[in-house]
């Protein structure tokens, strides 16, 4: 199965720059180890003490997985998933 990630500006630097990468997995926690094992360093960019962190956002297709089981939240084979980190400023 794969799934399309958009990964933020922030994160590029994991990812050599690229702006989406294909990962598999079944359910969100998987597929961020699969991005953590292709890209060193996102995966604790993205949680801690294995939970999301609280300025990350993931949307599945649109739709905020805090709202579908988080980390648990299950992926179909074509699934667009976007990481958006909270700005804040002023």
Known sequence: ?????????????????????????????????CLDGNHPGIGARLLDEGQLRRFVNIYINDEDIRFMGSLDAKLSDGDAVTILPAVAGG
Do not use: H
């Open 1 to 33: 199965m794969t799934v399309t990630v958009s990964i933020p500006t922030i994160l590029r630097s994991y990812t050599g720059n690229a702006k989406t990468v294909e990962c598999s997995g079944e359910s969100i926690a998987k597929l961020i180890s």
